[in-house]
């Protein structure tokens, strides 16, 4: 359960070295000369506290979503042989590095099939053009590493309902779960959707994510927006049949919000079960409801996720079943019937009280759209940013989608990365997933700008920072003071001066500080 304790003031994610990281080896003198000398140049660092530089936030996510779902992100095409299909992902993993982003949310599911090898579910047409085609490698364990190379946390993304983007079954793998049970699907206009309302659809998701998370070392389970499907014009969602049989008396609408609440409650629990340390969240349709429908909606006049698509994020949020919500707002402050500045406030009460964290999903993909004047202003995106800094509840920011980060539209990521992204930040805190500090780093070395030291036991990563000459060390405040952070036990300074370094556990527990001099060569 997440609920009843203030969240974090800040709260982010994994840091970026933008620098090669290069590892040195353990083996050290240990004479007594060198031991004095070590003594001299570092020690565990005590700090007062400063005023916190909201600027520098010490804690907040910076994600990216990368789709596969018809080649959106990656990979670029189908076909590919398996060395450019690395070389794009290192690509975009590239882009967002220079940004200092530090998660990643990769689509591994997107219509029941798999992007890594599965007994379970078919290959995705996605790699190979060809549903249930070996691609001829698993990519999951790649897109992983490369991910932690850059210090980013890494979120499998799975979609828990579509079942194919094709109404004639027939086309899929005759292992492809529509296949086996034609029961468990409803057509809905020219795509084929698992019924919500079935135990044993729910029992197959759960089926599905448990396995990832049993098999690959994945930081969090993720779920997008899509559950009911979008209302479609003149068309039906049939599932009478499940209705009349598990509906007991409820009516229809607070029957599919229940049952989507009964997936988000049971995945949580089994992704908990099986690595208590790997989170869980939802990015939901941007707006709950609107105040027409209900008095506590928001300010708003567009669709309706718990009425139009039963999703009822508020009710996860109280309940405590996700560790995170990352509602997609994608429309600009200014926008008239769902406005940014109405849409990210009631987003921060609505976690307001409770453990669960809160990122916005931001629209890269809308920059330079010319059908609204605010988006073709380059502004517009790094804005939405400065509003958050008055809300505390907000912890970061996530956006759609990776392809945008290569392209850059209007300058806007870049524009991003300046005005808010300016020093690397550490992960949000999730005290229900566990973890703690290691101990600090020992054995802290200088050799020239190159600076090293022995792996410490437990930790994932290692964060760097520079004291400035004035001496004052605000490190355990914000980031202001932050330059890195790397997976190496290694980092080479840009310059001469004094430096702290602290070990990080999976989790951004950080440890206390070590101080080391470096010297001009």
């Known amino acids: 359960m997440r609920t009843g304790r203030p969240l974090l003031a800040v709260a982010a994610l994994a840091i970026v070295s933008t620098s090669a990281a290069y590892a040195f080896g353990p083996g050290a003198d240990q004479s007594t000369a060198a031991t004095a000398a070590k003594k001299k ?34 990979p670029s095409r189908t076909g590919l042989a398996v060395e450019r299909q690395k070389a794009e992902y290192v690509k975009l993993l590239d882009a967002a590095a220079q940004r200092r982003l530090n998660a990643v949310f990769v689509q591994v599911r997107p219509a029941a099939d798999a992007i890594y090898k599965s007994s379970i579910e078919p290959w995705s047409r996605f790699l190979t053009g060809t ?29 828990p309902y579509r079942a194919s983007y094709d ?66 014009q003149g068309a039906t969602f049939d599932d009478a049949a499940a209705f009349t049989k598990y509906g007991k008396g409820k009516k229809l609408a ?19 079960a099986t690595k208590g340390h790997v989170k869980f969240g939802v990015s ?14 928001s300010d ?31 429309w600009s402050r200014g926008h008239k019937t769902a406005s940014y500045q109405a849409l990210a406030p009631w987003w921060a009460e609505a976690v307001k009280g409770t453990d669960v964290h809160l ?24 804005a939405h940013l400065t509003l958050n800094r008055k809300h505390k509840q907000i912890d970061g920011d996530v956006y759609f989608s990776g392809k945008q980060l290569l392209t850059n539209p209007l300058g806007a990521i870049d524009r991003v990365a300046k005005a808010h992204y300016g020093r690397p930040a550490l992960l949000p805190l999730m ?41 004052k060390d605000c490190h355990t405040t914000d980031a202001r003071n932050l330059v890195a952070v790397v997976s190496d036990p290694a980092f080479t300074a840009k310059s001469p001066g004094t430096y702290l370094v602290t070990a990080l556990d999976r989790l951004h527990h950080e440890s206390k500080a070590v101080k080391i001099k470096v010297k001009s060569p």
């Open 300 to 330: 708003t006049g567009g669709m309706s996720a718990y009425d139009a698509i039963y999703a009822d994020a508020r009710a996860w949020i109280k309940a405590g079943t996700v560790d995170y919500v990352m509602p997609q707002l994608y």
């Open 131 to 159: 549903a249930g085609k070996d691609p001829g490698w698993d990519p999951l364990p790649f897109l992983i590493q490369e991910s932690r190379k850059r210090g980013m946390e890494f979120h499998a993304w799975f979609n």
């Open 41 to 74: 140049t570092t020690e565990t660092v005590e700090t007062a506290a400063c005023t916190a530089d909201a600027r520098y936030p010490k804690r907040q996510l910076r994600g990216v979503w990368i789709a596969t779902v018809q080649n959106i992100d990656w």
């Open 284 to 297: 939901p349709f941007g707006i709950w409801r609107n105040k027409s429908n209900d008095p506590s909606g």
């Open 431 to 471: 005290k229900e997933r566990g973890g703690q500090a290691p101990a600090a780093p020992s054995g802290v070395k200088a050799a020239g700008m190159a600076v090293s030291w022995p792996a410490t036991a437990g930790a994932r990563s290692y964060a760097v920072y520079q004291v400035p000459k004035s001496g």
């Open 167 to 232: 109404a004639d079954v027939s086309k899929l793998p005759s292992n492809h779960p529509a296949r086996r049970h034609p029961d468990w699907t409803v057509k809905y206009g020219d795509r084929v959707y698992f019924n919500p309302g079935l135990p044993q659809v729910r029992d197959h998701v759960i089926k599905v994510v448990t396995d990832v998370v049993k098999r690959y070392d994945i930081d969090g389970v993720h779920f997008d927006d899509y559950f009911y499907p979008y209302p479609a």
């Open 359 to 382: 990122y916005i999903g931001q629209a890269l993909y809308r920059v330079g759209a010319k059908d609204e004047a605010a988006w073709t202003k380059p502004g517009e995106l790094p």
């Open 254 to 272: 607070d029957w599919r919000r229940q049952n989507v609440n009964k997936l988000i409650a049971e995945v949580d629990k089994a992704v908990h």
